[in-house]
């Protein structure tokens, strides 16, 4: 692959911007699209859930025990990062499982809602923190919103035979039980039991439904809850701190800081952080280009089977290749 020439920089800017903008209009259509089938995705992907749970409770006539997964959560190494626009999916990893953009609260509320966090001892930040992290719906969370999420969790407690959830009902909040024991049961049937270090009344809260179970406290409790209001903003600043740090990311860089505001800010919209490690290969020679890269962090080189072994050029931050993919 050759080298991105700087010689001509101008000239090759104006071509990508024209290119660009093309793709981005084109990327954005499908996006709305992938967002469409994706909601689509998990509303079905919870049907199973509960057909499957609905199922496993005929099967057994038992009480399930423990209701979620506790898988160790996907974090992402400490590889350099580099921003991507990718042009095809082949490695696109499935958005959150759980709608990031909540349509119960309008973005224009964002900057009203005040987040409040309350003190916590350490045993209680890591039970709440295990506990999201180790649920299914939550773990695909971001870092940050998990420790955003913890932090404003408040300390509730009930006595045993209160109802917490009423199926049926709006959602109000999401809890993460701390000391004794709940039942969840739907429709006058028992589900399961949950105890400590658990998250619950996550799914209402999540797809903006009703609550599809009932919860009840089967001994005295005490909880942590955050409020839906709460929740969606987080959710909702997360994406919006994320874009203004990608446009900011995209301004630095001494090649696009002709680009006007509105491009900058599409191109935002279709960034992805992606990272590497020492080592590995990014695009092969050859290979279907289908991905324009900006280097964020560390250095890449760029060689060419047929040109002599030191004939490398290193690229570093600030720098991009790929950009054979936007001209499609
Ligand atoms: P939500 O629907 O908000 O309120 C009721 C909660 O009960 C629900 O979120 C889940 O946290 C929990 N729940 C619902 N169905 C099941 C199930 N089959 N097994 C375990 N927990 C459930």
């Not at 199922?55 to 974090?75: H, I």
């Not at 009344?201 to 005295?220: F, H, K, M, P, Q």
Request: some cysteine; proline content about 4%.
């Amino acid at each position: 692959m050759a080298a991105p020439k700087r010689a001509d920089g101008v000239g090759v800017l104006r071509d990508l911007q024209v290119a660009l903008q093309l793709k981005i209009d084109e990327l954005m259509e499908r996006d709305a699209l992938i967002d469409e089938l994706e909601l689509e995705l998990d509303a079905k992907e919870l049907l199973i859930r509960h057909l499957q749970a609905e199922l496993d409770r005929e099967r057994t006539f038992a009480s399930c025990g423990d209701n979620t997964a506790a898988e160790v959560p996907n974090k992402a190494g400490g590889e350099p990062p580099m921003m991507r626009v990718s042009l095809d999916e082949p490695q696109r990893t499935k958005r959150q499982a759980i709608s990031a953009e909540p349509t119960a609260l309008d973005p224009a509320q964002l900057t009203d809602v005040t987040l409040t966090s309350y003190c916590k001892t350490k045993e209680s930040s890591e039970l709440i923190q295990r506990a999201l992290m180790d649920n299914d719906f939550m773990k695909h969370l971001e870092h940050g919103q998990i420790l955003t999420i913890l932090d404003c969790m408040r300390p509730t407690s009930l006595e045993r035979g209160c109802c917490v959830i009423q199926e049926g009902d709006d959602g109000s909040s999401v809890y993460v039980l701390e000391e004794g024991m709940v039942e969840v049961t739907k429709e006058g049937k028992k589900l399961c039991t949950i105890g400590p270090g658990k998250v619950f009344g996550e799914l209402a809260i999540l797809y903006n439904c009703t609550r599809t179970a009932t919860v009840t406290a089967l001994t005295d409790i005490k909880l942590w809850a955050i409020d839906r209001q709460g929740f969606q903003t987080i959710m909702m600043r997360t994406g919006l701190i994320k874009h203004s740090q990608y446009t900011d990311f995209l301004r630095s860089v001494p090649s696009f800081q002709a680009l006007p505001e509105d491009i900058l800010s599409k191109l935002a919209d279709v960034l992805e952080e992606t990272h590497y490690t020492d080592g590995d290969y990014i695009i092969r020679q050859g290979a279907t280009g289908d991905t324009f890269f900006i280097i964020s962090e560390g250095q890449v080189t760029v060689s060419q089977q047929s040109a002599p072994s030191d004939e490398k050029v290193m690229l570093s931050k600030g720098d991009w290749f790929g950009e054979q993919a936007l001209k499609g």
